[in-house]
Nanobody, 123 residues
Framework: QVQLVESGGGLVQAGGSLRLSCAAS????????MAWFRQAPGKERELVAA????????SYADSVKGRFTISSDNAKKTVSLQMNSLKPEDTGVYYC????????????????WGQGTQVTVSS
C-alpha cells in the first residue's frame, strides 16, 4: 500500500519561508518522479516543482523559480520543498505526488497522492 504523507504547512507572513516534507512508503522510491502540486480555492491544481529521481532532473513552475527548491533523500524516502520569499499568491493546499515516469505536468498523470497540507501566506 502506497502512502505519501505531507507535513510542514502553516501560516506565514509574506517574505517568510516554509519547508514542506513528504514521506513515502510502499513504493520503490528511487524509480519515481516526485512532485509538489498546489491548489488555491477556485483554481485548478497546478504543478509547482518536480524531481525525476532516476535522472535527477528538476522542473519548476515559472512563478516559483528562484524561490522554491525541491530536494529528495532516497535513503529516507522523502521529498522536500523549501519555499522562500513567500507571497500571498502562494497560498493553497500543497500536495505531494508520485509518477512512474517522466515529469508530467498534468495531475492525471500522477499515480499516487498525499492528503495535502495547507500553506497560508498573509500580506
Amino acid at each position: 500500500q502506497v502512502q505519501l504523507v505531507e507535513s510542514g504547512g502553516g501560516l506565514v507572513q509574506a517574505g517568510g519561508s516554509l519547508r514542506l516534507s513528504c514521506a513515502a512508503s510502499g513504493l520503490t522510491f528511487s524509480t519515481y518522479t516526485m512532485a509538489w502540486f498546489r491548489q488555491a480555492p477556485g483554481k485548478e491544481r497546478e504543478l509547482v516543482a518536480a524531481r525525476d529521481l532516476i535522472g535527477s532532473r528538476t522542473s519548476y513552475a515559472d512563478s516559483v523559480k528562484g524561490r522554491f527548491t525541491i530536494s529528495s533523500d532516497n535513503a529516507k524516502k522523502t521529498v522536500s520543498l523549501q519555499m522562500n520569499s513567500l507571497k500571498p499568491e502562494d497560498t493553497g493546499v500543497y500536495y505531494c505526488a508520485a509518477a512512474r515516469q517522466g515529469i508530467p505536468l498534468l495531475p492525471s498523470r500522477y499515480d499516487y497522492w498525499g492528503q495535502g497540507t495547507q500553506v497560508t501566506v498573509s500580506s
